[in-house]
């Protein structure tokens, strides 16, 4: 008899940026507590996983060069840590996988993280799981902090390492201009670096997110921008000197403010509206302060399967410092 063989199945899952980031003390367990606001982003990666006679990973798009191809990468992990779960053969039938990057690798959005978040909805589709997004999310969690977030998507207040979620009611687009630098930072080394500088001293610390949450419930960009604020920024810049010119420059171009996404070396900036957003694109595009602008709204949807034509979607606009 001849096996059927599944349809490929491609999912997006969108990056993230932290508008709150209170980073707490150390943990045992070598993580840190956080209290974080996630917000989904439209920059965002696509996962094909297809059934096929030879296993394989292909990487293509922005930093792809960059990214692993051997069984360190996180959609492998994502592969073994689900056929575990559900006590399957990680290795029949042999999958293939392809990756395309829209999102910067080690720039602190979640890029690994939306990758395994795709590859867990891909394969719960394609080996038909019978598994809610509760239960995705758990096994999410053992592959990485931001996993469950980008899996979620949308806006959500984060505790614990940053993987126990609480939706935040959303009815507000907000715009936003990503200036990519040319290198990464690692994750791990950006912690390590506010430990080093909270012994040597007294770097500043976020307020309460409790004004945040009502800025967001407000709508109102201008009063976001007030209060965006991230405990790992003094590191990033204590890492990335450079990163300082940058933060300044989307302020002169327009921005409403400017903040280091997560560990970085990402910056985001939020503009008043979209227009706005192509205004201090195009002008921090050519202030010399980094390698690529990109523009972007949130909060968009978690990991989705996506099926047809709109795989094939352009990435998002760009323009070269
Ligand atoms: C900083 C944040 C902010 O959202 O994201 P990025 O900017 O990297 O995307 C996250 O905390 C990163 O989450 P993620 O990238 O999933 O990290 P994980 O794989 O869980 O952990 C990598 C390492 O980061 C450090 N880590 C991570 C999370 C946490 N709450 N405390 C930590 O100290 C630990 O050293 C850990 O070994
Ligand atoms: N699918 C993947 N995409 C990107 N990076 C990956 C992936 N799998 C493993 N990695 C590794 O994870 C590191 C962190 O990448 P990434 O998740 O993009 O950054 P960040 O943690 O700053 O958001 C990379 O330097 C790379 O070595």
């Known amino acids: 008899m001849l096996a059927v063989v599944p349809t490929p199945v491609t999912v997006r899952a969108p990056a993230k940026v932290n508008l709150h980031l209170a980073v707490g003390d150390l943990r045992a367990d070598g993580y840190h507590d956080l209290t974080t606001l996630f917000q989904s982003l439209s920059l965002t990666d696509e996962v094909t996983v297809a059934v096929a006679d030879e296993a394989g990973l292909d990487v293509r798009g922005e930093g792809a060069e960059s990214v692993p191809t051997d069984s360190s990468n996180l959609v492998w992990k ?16 042999k999958l293939r996988i392809t990756i395309n990057k829209g999102i910067p690798v080690a720039g602190g959005m979640a890029g690994g993280s939306a990758d395994a978040a795709a590859t867990l909805v891909a394969l719960a589709h394609l080996w038909r799981l019978e598994m ?5 999310a ?15 998507g949308g806006l959500a207040l984060g505790t614990g390492r940053g993987e126990q979620l609480v939706p935040v009611l ?8 990503i200036a990519l630098d040319s290198g990464g930072l690692s994750t791990p080394e950006v912690y390590r670096e506010l ?7 007294n770097p500043p610390r976020v307020g309460a997110v409790e004004p945040v949450l009502e800025a967001l419930a407000s709508g109102d960009p201008n009063q976001l921008a007030l209060l965006l604020g991230n405990d790992l920024q003094a590191a990033a810049v204590s890492l990335r000197p450079g990163l300082r010119r940058t933060l300044r420059a989307g302020v002169n171009a327009g921005a409403l403010a400017g903040i280091v996404s997560g560990s970085g070396p990402t910056c985001a900036f939020l503009c008043s509206d979209g227009d706005a957003a192509v205004r201090v694109a195009a002008e ?13 709204q949130g909060p968009v949807a978690g990991a989705r399967v996506i099926t047809g034509d709109d795989a094939a979607r352009p990435t998002p606009p760009e323009v070269h410092a």
């Open 78 to 93: 994502a592969v073994r840590a689900l056929a575990a779960h559900v006590g399957r053969d990680p290795d029949e039938p």
């Open 284 to 296: 921090l595009s050519g202030a010399g302060v980094c390698r690529t602008v990109r523009v972007a």
């Open 195 to 201: 430990d080093r500088l909270r012994a040597d001293g």
């Open 132 to 136: 809610g997004r509760d239960e995705l």
């Open 138 to 152: 758990t096994v999410a969690a053992e592959l990485g902090s931001d996993v469950p977030f980008v899996l979620q």
């Open 170 to 177: 959303s009815r507000h687009t907000y715009h936003w201009v």
